[in-house]
Structure formats: structure tokens, C-alpha cells
């Protein structure tokens, strides 16, 4: 079965510090995409970052990078220098090769002034 | 504006009476999903569409129709709605032509659907 598991529901960060929120992954595919999803308050889903589960480096996004452990199927964010506005549901998300999606439970991560 | 946009934002309604939601995207997308998101259980997809006239079922499709005859909408029909189709619903697309091999998902504001 594919699964998507992110096991810290709520997860806080001082403004300025940096925090890391996990996912891990399974799937027997070999060709598959992961991504970060946002949603703010506003309900929107906003795109944050995504790995090609191919490539070996790290993607990064300005303040906001992944670490990505295909053996282990760890896909974890960074965000460096947190911002309020960074406050918001977190979603990690697997695609497969079939385009078929499969969304974790989500982190809401609040960062404190 | 590139966007994707569903109607209604917001909907109460009574069990059994059938209701749909219409998804719309003006980016010229092939693929379409929809997607219901439920507290503690994040996003599950109810269906996926490659193209117009193809459809395939995602990991959360009873209780759901939906269709694909143009390739701008991709309506959700719920032909007898029952409580537990209480939900927040998103409509996604995405491009799947060469050079968009992130094929990255645009997802529409959501409709909020209360069924009592």
C-alpha cells in the first residue's frame, strides 16, 4: 500500500529560528514525485517545494529546503529564518507514476512572535 | 489570471438530494483531481482525469460521479449526498506536456459542503 505518514500534528517555532517538519513515505514505485504543500488560514494550497524522487540533490526553495533519504523514504522540510507568515497546515504529498495522489495528515506549524 | 475556480464556495444541504460542484480551469490543463480534505485525515482523492472523456477513480470515489466533456471542467456530481460527505472539497489541475515534468498542481479555493 501507498502511504504518507507526517507524525507531528502541531509542531511551534520562534520567529527567526529554523524548524524541520518530517515525512515518511511508501511506495514500490521507483518513479514518483514528493511535495510540500502549504494552506494558510485562507484555506488556499500553495505549492512550497517538490523532489524528484530520480534526483539526488536536495531541492531548495529560497528559505525553505528538503531533505530527501530515498532508502530510508524520508522526505523532511526545513524552513530557515521563520516568518508569521509561514504560520499555516503543512502538507506532504506523493505522486505516483499513475498520477495518483496520496496527501499526508498534515503539521500545523505556528510560528510565534 | 491563470486560475481555477469552483462554485459554490459554500453549500448546506439536505441528505439525498443531488447537488454538483463545478470545477473550471482557464490554463488549458489536461489533468484534472478532485480532492476532499477532513480534519485528521488530510487530502484524499476522489478522482483524477487524464484528458477529456478519460476519468479514473482516486482512493475515496463512492458516493461520487464525475465527469469530462470538455477539457476546461471537470464538474462533481454527488447524486445522494449522506452526512458523511461533510467536507471540504478542492478541485486541482495540472499541465502534463513535455517539459512540465513537475506537472505542478494549481488548486482551485475550495467549497465548504455541509450535507444534514
Redesign the interface.
Known sequence: AQT?T?SQPEMSVQEAETVTLSCTYDTSENNY?LFWYKQPPS???I?VI?Q?AYKQQNATENRFSVNFQKAAKSFSLKISDSQLGDTAMY?C?L?RGT????????TRLKVLA | EAQVTQNPRYLITVTGKKLTVTCSQNMNHE?M?W?RQDP??????IY?S?NVEVTDK??VPEGYKVSRKEKRNFPLILESPSPNQTS?Y?C?SSS?GAGS?????F?G??TRLTVL
Open positions: 504518507v507526517q514525485y484555506r488556499q494550497m505549492l517538490r524528484e502538507f504529498a505522486r498520477y495518483k495522489y496520496i496527501f499526508g495528515t498534515g | 489533468y483531481s480532492y485528521g485525515l488530510g487530502l484524499r482523492q483524477y487524464m482516486g482512493d471540504l478542492f486541482a502534463l515534468s513537475y506537472n505542478e498542481q488548486f479555493p475550495g
